[in-house]
Each structure stands twice: as C-alpha cells, then as structure tokens.
C-alpha cells in the first residue's frame, strides 16, 4: 500500500474526514443571490454546529424559563408576538437557501417585556425580541423585518461559530484533536462557550453580512428594502448620548446607512415579485 493510500485509510484520517463533515455545514453564498457577501469564513469549522446549536437551544430555554418565572415573557396570543411570528414565517423560506443546516431547525420566535432595546438569533434558530425595540423605536412591520432578518443572517452564516473559533484559539484546536483520539468529547466546547453567545461581539464584517443577507431575506418575503435605511436612522438617533446596549454590538453610522442604501436596488427586483404573490 503506497503512504498515500495508508494515510487516507488510517483512523486519525477517517476520524478527520468525519469530523469535517459533521462540522462543514454549508453557509456559502445561494447562486442566484443579489447581494456581494462572498463565502463564508473556513474557521467555523473547528467548532461542531450541531453541538454549539444544542448548547444554544439550553441556553435559550433557560432564558425563556427565566422570563416565564418573571411573567415577562409574552404569551402566544400576544399582539406582537403574533405579528413577529407572521413575519418569520414568511421569511424562514428564503432564509433557507443560505445555509443547509437550517433546514433542521427548530425555529422559534418569542417577546420578552422588556424596556431594553434588543433581539437576537441564537444558532439553530432560536429569536427573541425585546418589547422595548419594538416600542422605543415605534417599529413599522417592514423595519421589525429588517432586524428579523439580520439576527437570523448572523445565524445563517454561523458568526458565532467562527468568533468562538477566533477566540478559543489553540484550545478549540486541542479539543478537537482530543475528540478525534477518543481522549475527551468536542461537545465541552460547546457547552462551555454556551454562556457566551448572548454576549459575543461580532467583526464589522460580519455586521456587513448580516445587514445584506438580512436585507435580501427580507426583500424575497415581500418586505420593503427601504425600510433598511429608516431602520438604521432610527438606530442612529437612539444611539445618541450613549444609546442602548443593542447599538454596543450593532453599531451604526453614515457608512452603515449608505451601505444599505446602495444595496437597496439590487434587490429591488425581488422585493417586485415576491410583492405580486403575496395574497391581497
């Protein structure tokens, strides 16, 4: 048998091939999409999908449980619970095409009575909105949409996979190399960086990406692309004299804005024909 052939059929092989494609979920770029966000960083690989989205789903439960025990979490007959869920519905869809694994998800949207300004998509679908974002900034349905969509993006594109994998760094790599000999479990990574991903910063870039995606996904369910910028001028004056917590992690500016702005059009043309089929 040539090196070559006695590599490929060793276990540490076996197990690295097998490891790769449990983690190497796709999140590249859909064929026909209308947005530039190019392919999506190789780093979220060194931490297994499935384990940090359970990690997520426990997490979110226990917020949801911590809500529920405060009577702030929103009931299902909720006005805006209900609205927010329509508008997931009709985005889920699209939003499907821009990674294979959400497919699987469970999706979930809930309300949380809040005065802070806040939402978020946790890995495998989990979204929460804060009363006060919808309140403070008197959300019309487009812009909710809007942040729907750039929440749901960072899922899409795994950022939470690949800022762990930044800053675990060598002990990400360790972890894996221990799982793959049968010397320890890839999961306690995921578990132990669960706590985190309600607080993780994420890359201008990949602000830049969720802000695209989430303009297109929106776009392809109808939604107005312009509501995009009003979203972000909304945000702009709320952050002045220091702002909300949301804006810590979501920063907003002129750049931002014309952004958004010179991207409008190029969904303009989605935005035509997913309005045409929508019921009247």
Not at 32 to 42: D, F, K, M
Request: net charge positive.
């Amino acid at each position: 048998m040539c090196q070559l052939c006695a590599a490929k059929a060793s276990p540490w092989a076996q197990g690295r091939r097998a490891f790769l494609l449990a983690a190497g979920a796709s999140a590249a770029v859909p064929a026909l999409a209308q947005v530039n966000v190019g392919e999506a960083s190789s780093l979220r690989k060194l931490v297994p999908a499935g384990d940090l989205e359970r990690a997520a789903g426990q997490q979110y439960g226990q917020m949801l449980e911590q809500a529920r025990a405060k009577r702030v979490l929103a009931p299902d007959n909720h006005p805006q619970l209900l609205k927010l869920r329509a508008i997931a519905r009709r985005m889920i869809p699209d939003a499907l095409r821009w990674n294979d694994r959400a497919k699987q998800w469970k999706w979930e949207v809930n309300l949380i009575g809040s005065s802070q300004i806040n939402a978020f998509c946790m890995p495998g679908g989990k979204i929460a909105f804060y009363t006060g974002i919808l309140d403070k900034l008197k959300l019309s349905d487009d812009e909710a949409a809007m942040i729907m969509g750039h929440e749901m993006a960072h899922a899409l594109r795994e950022h939470a996979r690949e800022r762990i994998a930044k800053t675990q760094g060598t002990g990400a790599l360790l972890s894996i190399g221990s799982a793959l000999l049968g010397l320890g479990q890839v999961g306690d990574l995921a578990a132990n960086v669960g706590t985190q991903l309600l607080s993780l910063k994420f890359s201008r870039d990949d602000e830049t990406e969720a802000d695209l995606v989430g303009l297109e996904i929106a776009a392809r369910a109808a939604f107005k692309p312009e509501a995009s910028v009003s979203l972000w001028e909304k945000m702009s004056r709320a952050s002045e004299g220091g702002g909300p917590a949301f804006l810590s992690t979501h920063p907003t500016g002129p750049d931002r804005i014309k952004r958004l702005s010179d991207n409008v059009p190029k969904v303009a043309g989605l935005y035509q024909q997913a309005l045409q089929k929508q019921p009247r």
